[in-house]
């Protein structure tokens, strides 16, 4: 008897301890527990979690985008440690900070062989691409011109200022006035190649910005303003035109019929450390690809039907 009831207890107690452990999975479960790979913070391939500072500096046609992602960035839990910087100043000044070492990413909407060459060919192979969206330029003008599309010629002829007058275009009798970018703009070299065909010169009255949010400001509030914008610029306080008749639309964009667009580069001087390389992977990862890349007006480069390459020479893909 004493046997049996010395078993009847230890069953007893095994059931308990079983049916309690059971119960505190059941509870971690329910409660929505992360795992350790859903709380854990990225690590290297030591193993050791990621943490260090990044500084992102070039394009304002791109800043806006990297400014957002980055803030989204440094929220998740997983990147508490990495600290995102970004910075504007144009495209040949971000490529030349990260190739002397002063910016860990130089953002770009060219492509580095066309800051570096010639004697400098050497500073871009030293430089690594990072493709991470496409955005278009526009026209852009002042919403009282009376004018929504403009020719090849025609933008040729005001940025020559052989036209001076919105009349001459069919618009209003006002004088036109540009706002250009400095010419180490990225933007501005986009434009100037793949809409004017070539270099354009800063005229005596036109007016200069380093800033694309500051020419989206100077054109919307100048009477018979003319600039250019990325597409992420765009709002009803200027009026983009038509190139040639055609609308910077994304269908337009992504079959080529709209020719005035660019890579969006993020530079890195040899790959990119542990640190800069989870920011980049972060920004390519399909959840900002589909939402933030084309709520702000950029194109993701897997949606391309073309591509162009340094020359400027467009294939389909």
Partial sequence: MMKKSLVLVLTLIVALTLAACGKN??????????????????????????????????STALQPLVEQVSTKFMADSKYSGISVTVQGGGSG??????QGGQADIGNSDIFAEEKFKDADADKAKELVDHQVA??????????????????????????????????D????????VIVNRPSSSGTRKTFENLALGGPSQDLP?????DSSGTVKKLVGET?????YLALSYLDNTVKALKYEGVDASVENITTGKYP??????????GE?????????DYLMSDEIQKSDVTDMGYIPVGDMKVARDVNGTVSNK
Avoid: C, R
């Fill in 223 to 227: 009477p018979g303003a003319i600039g």
């Fill in 169 to 176: 275009v069919g618009g209003a009798d006002q004088k036109i």
């Fill in 205 to 209: 009255g036109s007016i200069q910005e």
């Fill in 260 to 269: 005035v667009w660019a890579y969006e580069h993020m530079y890195t001087k």
């Fill in 272 to 280: 990119p450390t542990p640190v800069v390389k989870a920011f980049l």
């Fill in 25 to 58: 999975n059941n509870e971690g479960a329910a409660s929505g527990s992360p795992s350790a790979s859903d709380s854990a913070p990225a690590s290297s391939a030591s193993g050791e979690a990621l943490s260090g500072t990044i500084l992102a500096a070039g």
């Fill in 93 to 98: 000044g971000g490529l030349t900070q990260v």
């Fill in 134 to 167: 496409v955005v278009a330029i526009a026209p852009v003008a002042n919403p009282n011109v009376g004018v929504d599309n403009l020719t090849k010629q025609q933008l040729v002829d005001i940025f020559s200022g052989k036209v001076t007058n919105w009349k």
